[in-house]
Structures are given as structure tokens and as C-alpha cells.
């Protein structure tokens, strides 16, 4: 059973920090470009920033460009977003993706072969 799990998510007051966590289980994680998305109700599922399988190359939506930062850990089968000055825009449910044959470019348009059940994320003062 493939999974990947997502954790981390909250609430926390504007210009605050928080570090989503996504392990995965059942397939081998380090083959697979990473990365996470975003939603809320009524807007587009928004691709956040995604991490290719081997060299670490990175990829980031323009809204958290010099705020939030994408890595991975092989040995613990994890990706972590760290997101630093979060805004009240950032609120949404943050999903972590991963594909096989996609770049870690397509994957942040197109999304994943397997999706974690989403964690909320909650910016508010």
C-alpha cells in the first residue's frame, strides 16, 4: 500500500513559521521527484514547490519564492517544507505529491502519481 502521510499543519499568527512533514511508505521514495500543492474552496489546486529524486533541484511557486523552502530526506523517506513569514494568503490544505516519471517541474504542474490526505494550514491573527 503506497502512502504518504502529511504533518505539521496549524494555526499560527502572521509572520510566523511552520514545518509540514510528508513521509511516505510502501514504494521507494528516493526514485520519485517530490513536492506540494496547495487549495482552498473555490480556487485552483496550486502547485507549491517541488524537489527532483537525485541532485535536489528545486522548483517554487512565484507567491512563496524566498519564503518557504523545499528538502528531503532518503534515509527517513520524508519531505519537508519549511514556510517562514506565513500570511493570512497562505491559508489552505498543503498536500504532499510524488512521481515516478515526471521532473520535479512537471510534477509541480501536473501533480503525482500518489497524494497525502492533506494538512491544514491556517494563517491568522
Known amino acids: 500500500q503506497e502512502q504518504l502521510v502529511e504533518s505539521g499543519g496549524g494555526l499560527v499568527q502572521p509572520g510566523g513559521s511552520l514545518r509540514l512533514s510528508c513521509v511516505a511508505s510502501g514504494f521507494t521514495f528516493d526514485y520519485y521527484a517530490r513536492g506540494w500543492f496547495r487549495q482552498v474552496p473555490g480556487k485552483e489546486r496550486e502547485g507549491v514547490s517541488c524537489i527532483s529524486n537525485s541532485d535536489d533541484i528545486t522548483v517554487y511557486g512565484d507567491s512563496v519564492k524566498g519564503r518557504f523552502t523545499i528538502s528531503r530526506d532518503n534515509a527517513k523517506n520524508t519531505v519537508y517544507l519549511q514556510m517562514n513569514n506565513l500570511q493570512p494568503e497562505d491559508t489552505a490544505v498543503y498536500y504532499c505529491?510524488?512521481?515516478?516519471?515526471?521532473?520535479?517541474?512537471?510534477?509541480?504542474?501536473?501533480?503525482?502519481?500518489?497524494w497525502g490526505q492533506g494538512t491544514q494550514v491556517t494563517v491568522s491573527s
Open positions: 505529491t510524488a512521481s515516478a516519471p515526471l521532473t520535479h517541474q512537471a510534477l509541480c504542474r501536473l501533480g503525482g502519481d500518489f
